[in-house]
């Protein structure tokens, strides 16, 4: 099995034109996260708690279930009572929901510390570029496969839009998008950034939650979905987020697996190091 630094190597001596370089460092950094798991000294895997996760699977569908009976119809009602300047601001609100925001810039930035690594700059800082590639890919997967998964489940299910039908209108297998609400793609993505993001870099992390509450609120307010749609988008991206999360820390990148069965970040390039990385890309 390769190791990281291998991989890195295996990268940055290829040298040649930039874009041949720039397509093998994606591809090393990419086989990275289709390794086998990391076995630990005594032999063991490292092994999520499935059952815990499925009491907390049971618990969402309970939780989407009550919303659907007991808070839907009534939140619908009272968005028809809303100022017309409340609508408007949320409005410009829910568009930052989409998950275009979140994967277009991570993307880039992944495939620009491709670009920038290269064996002149010397293994370390190749190592912290490679870190913080890791990182980007983390927030990427983590939000772009729930959000990838909920756009096609959700015109499958084909539950309508907010309407005059009521909360029960369902067309399965229509593929329209006045019947793709349950889940909510922008509550999808904005609970699995937030916490993707979170889990990365903790000091955003409450801001991360502010932004992904206030997602959730504007699909409600603009009439774009019912509450249970948003509350079961929330538990998917963040379930989603969760699973990415464990793959990474199964192979012991950006995450880690205690043998107490809990996974903890692990600690990235320091502030200095960063620095020490511009300073050199930069020909300070």
């Known amino acids: 099995m390769s190791t990281t630094r291998e991989l890195v190597e295996r990268g940055t001596a290829r040298g040649g034109p930039v874009l041949r370089r720039t397509l093998a460092h994606l591809g090393a950094w990419l086989a990275l996260l289709v390794r086998p798991p990391f076995v630990r000294a005594d032999g063991a895997r490292s092994v999520p708690r499935w059952g815990f996760r499925a009491l907390i699977g049971l618990g969402a569908i309970a939780a989407v279930a009550a919303a659907m009976a007991l808070l839907d119809a009534w939140a619908i009602a009272q ?22 925001w979140v994967l277009w810039p991570v993307g880039l930035l992944v495939i620009a510390a491709a670009v920038l690594a290269r064996p002149a700059l010397g293994r370390l800082a190749n190592l912290v570029i490679l870190s913080l590639a890791v990182r980007l890919e983390f927030v990427f997967f983590a939000v772009g496969i729930p959000a990838l998964t909920v756009s096609i489940v959700k015109r499958l299910i084909g539950r309508a839009r907010p309407s005059d039908w009521g909360p029960f209108h369902y067309v399965p297998f229509s593929w329209r998008p006045d019947y793709a609400a349950l889940p909510s793609g922008h509550g999808t993505a904005a609970f699995a950034a937030a916490f993707a993001i979170g889990a990365i870099w903790p000091r955003a992390r409450v801001a991360m939650w502010i932004y992904a509450c206030l997602i959730a609120v504007s699909r409600v307010a603009v009439h774009a979905h019912f509450p249970s749609d948003v509350i079961a988008g929330a538990f998917v991206g963040i379930f989603g987020a969760i699973l990415v999360r464990n793959w990474f820390a199964a192979r012991r990148l950006a995450f880690t697996r205690g043998a107490d069965g809990k996974v903890r970040a692990l600690a990235g390039p320091s502030a200095r190091r960063i620095k020490s990385l511009a300073a050199r890309l930069s020909g300070r």
């Open 79 to 100: 968005q028809r009572n809303f100022p017309a300047w409340v609508v408007q601001v949320f409005e410009r609100i829910t568009d930052f929901g989409r998950s275009g």
